[in-house]
């Protein structure tokens, strides 16, 4: 649960509001209690700053109040987070829904830091590449092979393989359609050599 709160929360951060409930949903659809009210909460908080952007002031004023009873009964900190900071900027949107053009949405903040994508650990950094590949037009299976690769890495006690380095910069968005490339020319050469190894022991 850890690694996929914070990289939402980090997508959130960085602006990417409409993404960010991406690393939250599959979680949010395998909990209950207040786990599920908690996620349910966040991705309706993202979705109703989304829709104020987009100038939906009753999608932004709906998901808004929706968002606001789904955290309404949970402590704050919760998990971590400053629930009750989310609850006051709902209930000021809900109020005035245009003050999203005048002021910047609430920067979400996890353990009393409002988080980067710098400060992702791999585990959600791996999360936040998979999110931005997904929404965008990146290469989904290359990103997710590279991953793979990445992970196997660190278990074999490597963890400055150019896959970690470049898994890690792709999620923070430096250079991302170079790092793509890269990414893209390290995953090709590495499922070569796997192939001539795996062509030595066919008949």
Do not use: C, K
Not at 44 to 71: C, K, M, P, V
Not at 84 to 107: G, K, M, Q, S
């Amino acid at each position: 649960m850890r690694s996929y709160l914070r990289a939402g929360i980090a997508i959130h951060n960085a602006g990417n509001h409409h993404a960010a409930h991406d690393a939250w949903e599959e979680r949010w659809l395998e909990s209950d209690g207040d786990d599920e009210r908690f996620l349910h909460g966040l991705i309706q908080f993202t979705a109703a700053i989304h829709h104020a952007r987009e100038r939906n002031w009753t999608g932004a004023t709906g998901l808004a109040d929706s968002a606001s009873d789904y955290l309404a009964a949970l402590p704050s900190p919760y998990r971590r987070v400053d629930v009750a900071a989310v609850r006051t900027f709902l209930a000021a949107l809900r109020a005035d829904p245009e003050r999203i053009e005048r002021a910047p949405p609430l920067y979400l903040t996890h353990e009393g830091r409002e988080l980067t994508l710098s400060d992702l650990d791999f585990d959600a950094s791996a999360i936040a590449a998979a999110v931005f590949a997904a929404n965008s037009d990146y290469d989904e299976t290359m990103i997710e092979r590279a991953v793979g690769y990445a992970r196997t890495d660190l278990d074999d006690g490597r963890p400055t393989s150019p896959f970690v380095t470049l898994v890690l910069d792709f999620a923070r968005g430096e250079n991302r359609g170079i790092v793509h490339q890269r990414l893209a020319e390290h995953t090709e050469r590495r499922r070569a050599r796997e192939h001539d190894v795996d062509g030595l022991f066919e008949a």
